[in-house]
T-cell receptor
Framework: ETGVTQSPTHLIKTRGQQVTLRCSSQ?????VSWYQQALGQGPQFIFQ???????GRGNFPPRFSGLQFPNYSSELNVNALELDDSALYLC????????????FGPGTRLLVL | QQQVKQSPQSLIVQKGGISIINCAYE??????FPWYQQFPGKGPALLIA?????SEKKEGRFTISFNKSAKQFSLHIMDSQPGDSATYFC?????????????FGKGTKLSVKP
């Protein structure tokens, strides 16, 4: 086990709604990245947070936003949900910025109807 | 577009056989190449990783072979076991680039038959 937890495990939302997904990293892991994994695909980088500030973003629109808190927890928020947002959302933490080794949580499976 | 291309999409191997999964990358700036193992309902777990200054790295039954000139790397699973049945992802990243985010291949679903 990586010590990274995510909640909820599953979620069903309707198109146009907003969703908040949560991640709790291990103590001392001050860097968290979020990935979207569509069915049958590899994870795609959404963004990374370091010391509570966004520190890099992939090719995702601004309706994907995040927060990181001092207690090593973080959130992924998605506004105006679209059907294509249905995916497994993974958070991954590491002990420092630019450390390649990332420890993934089990993910939150989001279904948008 | 940075890409990591992975093959095959699926693989069936008999117990005790060798499983081989291949990846090719485009960006010569990549300097870290991990392999992740993912079981259904779980997040990816780091299996083994290599940097381009070595051509091979072995950890137990898992070996990464790296060919810098061909921009290819592969995962070999020796003595494959039914418990190895999972989806395997190769990935690549550049230290400090895009804040170190991983670029993943599309995955290979491995089935090891008893």
């Amino acid at each position: 086990e990586t010590g990274v937890t995510q909640s909820p495990t599953h979620l069903i939302k309707t198109r146009g709604q907003q969703v908040t997904l949560r991640c709790s990293s291990q103590s001392g892991h001050n860097t968290v990245s979020w990935y979207q994994q569509a069915l049958g695909q590899g994870p795609q980088f959404i963004f990374q947070y370091y010391r509570e500030e966004e520190n890099g973003r992939g090719n995702f629109p601004p309706r994907f936003s995040g927060l990181q808190f001092p207690n090593y927890s973080s959130e992924l928020n998605v506004n105006a949900l679209e059907l294509d947002d249905s995916a497994l959302y993974l958070c991954a933490s590491s002990t420092r910025l630019f450390q390649e080794t990332q420890y993934f949580g089990p993910g939150t499976r989001l279904l948008v109807l | 577009q940075q890409q990591v291309k992975q093959s095959p999409q699926s693989l069936i191997v008999q117990k005790g056989g060798i499983s081989i999964i291949n990846c090719a990358y485009e960006n010569t700036a990549f300097d870290y190449f991990p392999w992740y193992q993912q079981f259904p309902g779980k997040g990816p777990a780091l299996l083994i990783a290599i940097r381009p200054d070595v051509s091979e790295k072995k950890e137990g039954r898992f070996t990464i072979s790296f060919n810098k000139s061909a921009k290819q790397f592969s995962l070999h699973i020796m003595d494959s076991q039914p418990g190895d049945s999972a989806t395997y992802f190769c990935a690549a990243s550049k230290y400090g680039g895009s804040q170190g985010n991983l670029i993943f291949g599309k995955g290979t679903k491995l089935s090891v038959k008893p």
